[in-house]
Structure formats: C-alpha cells, structure tokens
C-alpha cells in the first residue's frame, strides 16, 4: 500500500531566503511522486512529478525536488522565496486502486506563509 | 490548456437536501474523480469513475453516489445532506488507462458547501 506524510503542517519563511518543504512516502513498487500547490480559493495545479528519470526534478516557479529512495523522500525546495509562492503544497504517491486508473494519494498539506 | 470546470464556487443547503454538485472536463480524458479537501487531512477520495456508466468507490464513499451519462460530465450527489458533509470539494481529470494511465490529474477550482 502506498502512503505519504508531510513532516511539517506549517513552514514561515521570509522573502528571498530558502525553502524547504519535507515529504517521506512510503510504496511497495516505485512510485510516482508529485508536487501540487494549491493558492487560496483555487484549485490544485501541479507543480512536478518523479516518474523514475532524473532523481532531481525541476517544476515550475522556481521549484524542484529530489528523489532520494534510500530514505524514501521527496522534498521540496526553491532557493528564493517570492511573495506569491504563499500557499498550501500536497505532496502526492501515486497507486492504482483498479487495473484501469491511477489513484493519487494525498498528504496532509504544507501551508507556506512568506513573510516579507 | 485542460479545463476542468466545477458548476457552483460556493453552496449553502439544509440538512436533508438533495444535493448536485457538478463537474465538465474539455480534454476528453477517461478518467474523472471527486475529492473531499478538509483542512489537516489533505484531499480524499470520495468517487472516480473510468469510462461513461462506470463508477468505483474511493475511500470514503459512505453518503455519496455519483453519475457519468456522458464523458465529459461527472456528477457528485449527496442523497440527504448532513452537516458533517460541510466541505470544500474538488473535481479531477486525467488521461489514460493501465498502461497509458498519466497520472496526472487536473483539477477544478473546487465547490464549499455548506450545509446547515
């Protein structure tokens, strides 16, 4: 079965310095990973996916992740926050609840606050 | 651009309605799904549905059903709302089934309803 937990409901950081959101997943075959953010009022849009390519994974904005099997993370960072990245950020495995369709499982959410 | 189109941004209802909540997807994609979003608990899935007349429950089923006469249009129904039904809830798409499965969902802006 496949799950996945955020290490943090809740990360500040202030305009132009690091971020880093945590995510460990847990799956019996290799997964796909995904980043999605969600800005307030508005529906989920992805930011990346892992499909088992490059281990390093560029997204929009500014983001990227890494896959790191051996400690079963996929962790998401930007070196510079902006403003506008505020906002809540589910990390996602994918599984398969049928043989026809892909199931997303979602973690708890990481909300973002960026203070300036 | 896919668009995934949630009907109503906001509904109020009373106990015991009937309730529609409606989704239209212009990507031709196989695949459509409805989400509960509850702050802390991230994103769960209520219903998905792989093909017209087809329907699968997800994880949490119990006091929903749902309808797909036609490809584009997934319905979410709340036979007899309850309060405990008061939530943010969100339509998802995608492409592709077994092997071809993208996994990728695409998602509405979401509907809160409130039901008093």
């Known amino acids: 079965a496949q799950s996945v937990t955020q290490l943090d409901s809740h990360v500040s950081v202030s305009e132009g310095t690091p971020v880093l959101l945590r995510c460990n997943y847990s799956s019996s075959y290799s997964p796909s990973l995904f980043w999605y953010v969600q800005h307030p009022n508005k529906g989920l849009q992805l930011l990346l996916k892992?499909?088992?390519?490059?281990?390093l994974v560029k997204g929009i904005n500014g983001f990227e992740a890494e896959f790191k099997k051996s400690e079963t993370s996929f962790h998401l960072t930007k070196p510079s926050a902006h403003m506008s990245d505020a906002a809540e950020y589910f990390c996602v495995v994918s599984g398969r609840v049928s043989s026809n369709t892909g199931k997303l499982i979602f973690g708890q959410g990481t909300t973002l606050q960026v203070k300036p | 651009d896919v668009k995934v189109t949630q009907s109503s941004r906001y509904l109020v209802k009373r106990t015991g309605e009937k309730v529609f909540l409606e989704c239209v997807q212009d990507?031709?994609?196989?695949?459509m799904f409805w989400y509960r979003q509850d702050p802390g608990l991230g994103l769960r899935l209520i219903y998905f549905s792989y093909d017209v007349k087809m329907k699968e429950k997800g994880d949490i089923p119990e006091g929903y059903s749902v309808s797909r006469e036609k490809k584009e249009r997934f319905s979410l129904i709340l036979e007899s709302a309850s309060t405990n039904q008061t939530s943010m809830y969100l339509c998802?798409?995608?492409f592709g089934q077994g092997a071809n499965a993208k996994n990728i969902q695409y998602f509405g802006a979401g509907t809160r309803l409130s039901v008093l």
């Open positions: 892992y499909t088992s390519a490059a281990t």
């Open positions: 998802a798409s995608s």
């Open positions: 990507m031709d994609h196989e695949n």
